[in-house]
């Protein structure tokens, strides 16, 4: 008995032995994986740009999702990318950038301008940039424009067809389980219930869509002529109606598209002349994230000023909600972002501050909450807003207290209106799940929103809908008010341009929404102007979390790793699926864009 005691003491020490070795392996795995060369970048290298997989405002390391699905290609963030080409473009020992295209997940048109505008930017630094493409994308192929030498795969496609915004609408799979959506809103456009309460598109709707990719359209082209000479506007239509993306490569090469047809293993040979190289052995080459943290500038100016730029990202929502299955990414915590900006506003040294609004709305109370913080900032130091891909509805309720607000000209914004979305689940319960509630009340109202499971027990009465409206108008006023306030019009001309209506950051100058057109880096010019600054460090808040951090917030979410694996395999349609899983959770009064909208960039 004594040697069976013996034996299972030692089998169980040895599994705990062998448990925490493998815990301490799996620690460096993912340490190696995650650190960031600091070092200096190596002479006669090339910048790398992988221009695949997701797209996002800043790095959103998951390093137990990367482990686990045996891949490290994550995507790009714009911050990332930004920053390795300033750094590039600084130093002597980057001689270029090979970009690398495929097809970019959630980059929204203002991200990809932003992208772009800042190759740009590179180019005039001497330096050179090659693109190569088995296959590009519509986004892709408008970045690697401004490229020396543009080159695909002799066996490759140029995914050229034009824009189009889709909707997808739940009215009839709604009907079919039995619930209805009770709905109140202010504005003409504001369609963001349209899909739950009708299954065809409204005229309102069509029109804004439809003037919005138009103008994102002609940005695109015209650009692309600027970059291309020898392709115009005009022609860039004609191949898009042409159906070009079916063609053969060489009709790419003819048509003016690209300048070359090559293998892998000759662009290389290419990247080696540019490097004026014997081989691709003489030369190095660089990630973007290695590129970024190369950065000379992490040590504070002497002077102790800063300029802070706060990222706000996603859904304004009014508390962290815990990440589930297609909880849909990042989201702009009320309380937390509150917390964050009253920092910033104490803190001496910080002397102005850069607001990044990349967000479709949300919780129309969090955004009011935000825009008092703000505006407490605004008391004490210099608010400057720089738009990402949206800014729009409760993205643009935060954004309106700011002195100035600079937006790219595709950035989606305006959508000044709020809604109110019930879910009735009456028949689904009584009919055909043959549920009953019955209410037994003190007053009229005692049991008005009366829920299970996220839907409504019961129809709403009259004056139970009347009362609504009014609360939902209230709402209006108090937004429309606001926007008049921080842009200093009178409130009657942004009720004419609110009513829910999106607009482009080229549209949203003209009629006063917006004072510039630019990227960050022109907010934070305008931010060091007002705030009288020759020298200063910029900050990124809030600070990115530490890798220690990260890995026991990945570890404790059990859904995080299932959040990655279902955004893999659903890919485009994992945005509708959360869509879907969110339809509960737009009960209450929301300041949000009209649908999910779906660039085919």
Not at 34 to 51: A, E, G
Not at 217 to 227: D, G, T, Y
Request: proline share 3%.
């Amino acid at each position: 008995m004594k040697d069976f005691f013996k034996y299972v003491f030692a089998t169980v020490v040895g599994i705990l032995v062998v448990g925490l070795l493998s815990f301490i392996m799996m620690m460096i795995s993912l340490m190696s994986m995650t650190m960031q060369s600091t070092t200096k970048v190596p002479s006669k290298s090339v910048l790398v740009m992988k221009l695949s997989g997701q797209m996002t405002e800043r790095s959103q390391d998951n390093p137990f999702a990367s482990l686990m699905s045996g891949s490290t290609d994550e995507g790009i963030s714009l911050s990332d990318a930004l920053k390795a080409i300033d750094n590039a473009k600084d130093n002597d020992d980057v001689k270029g950038i090979y970009i690398e295209a495929g097809s970019l997940a959630g980059a929204a048109p203002a991200m990809i301008e932003e992208l772009r505008s800042r190759l740009v930017e590179f180019k005039k630094s001497g330096k050179f940039i090659l693109a190569y493409g088995d296959t590009y994308s519509q986004g892709t192929y408008y970045l690697s424009s401004v490229a020396d030498s543009v080159v695909i795969n002799p066996s490759g496609m140029i995914e050229w067809i034009g824009l189009g915004g889709t909707v997808l609408y739940y009215k009839d799979l709604l009907d079919k389980v039995g619930v209805k959506a009770e709905v109140f809103k202010v504005g003409t456009y504001k369609s963001a219930v349209e899909p739950y309460i009708t299954n065809q598109m409204s005229d309102a709707n069509r029109e804004q869509i439809t003037v919005y990719t138009s103008e994102i359209w002609k940005q695109m082209r015209e650009n692309i002529a600027k970059s291309r000479k020898n392709l115009s506007a005009d022609k860039l239509n004609a191949l898009a109606d042409s159906c070009i993306v079916l063609a053969d490569a060489p009709d790419y090469l003819k048509a003016g598209m690209v300048d070359k047809l090559a293998y892998p293993d000759e662009v290389k040979q290419m990247i080696a002349r540019y490097m004026e190289v014997d081989s691709p052995k003489d030369y190095n080459v660089i990630s973007v994230k290695d590129m970024a943290n190369a950065s000379t500038d992490k040590v504070k100016d002497p002077s102790g000023d800063i300029v802070a730029v706060y990222y706000a990202s996603g859904e304004i929502v009014e508390e962290e909600a815990p990440t589930s299955l297609f909880s849909g990414g990042e989201s702009i915590v009320g309380k937390k972002v509150i917390k964050d900006l009253e920092k910033l506003a104490d803190d001496e040294n910080v002397k102005a501050v850069v607001l990044r609004v990349n967000s479709p709305g949300g919780s129309a109370y969090a955004s009011e909450q935000i825009w008092h913080q703000l505006m407490t900032i605004k008391e004490k130091k210099p608010l400057v807003v720089s738009m990402g891909g949206y800014a729009a509805s409760g993205g643009y309720y935060i954004s309106c207290p700011a002195d100035w607000i600079v937006a790219e000209p595709t950035t989606i914004t305006g959508s000044i209106g709020i809604f109110g979305m019930f879910l009735n689940g009456n028949e689904l319960l009584e009919k055909k799940l043959g549920l009953k509630s019955y209410s037994v009340t003190t007053n009229e109202y005692a049991d008005f929103g009366a829920s299970i499971m996220g839907v409504m027990l019961k129809d709403m009465t009259p004056n139970e809908s009347a009362h609504l409206q009014s609360y939902i108008n209230r709402g209006y006023e108090l937004f429309t008010k606001r926007v008049a306030d921080g842009r200093k019009k009178p409130q009657d001309y942004i009720k004419t341009i609110g009513e829910g209506r999106v607009w482009t950051g080229v549209h949203a100058k003209e009629i006063g929404l917006v004072d510039q057109l630019g990227g960050l880096d022109v907010a934070i010019e305008e931010a060091k102007k007002r705030a009288k600054l020759e020298k200063c460090s910029v900050m990124n808040y809030p600070a990115e979390e530490n890798l220690f951090t990260k890995l026991m917030d990945t570890a404790t979410n059990s859904d995080s790793y299932a959040d990655a694996r279902a955004r893999e395999l659903f890919g485009e349609y994992f945005e509708i699926l959360t869509a879907l899983k969110s339809v509960s959770s737009k009960n209450g009064v929301q300041a949000s864009l009209p649908y999910v909208i779906k660039f085919n960039l």
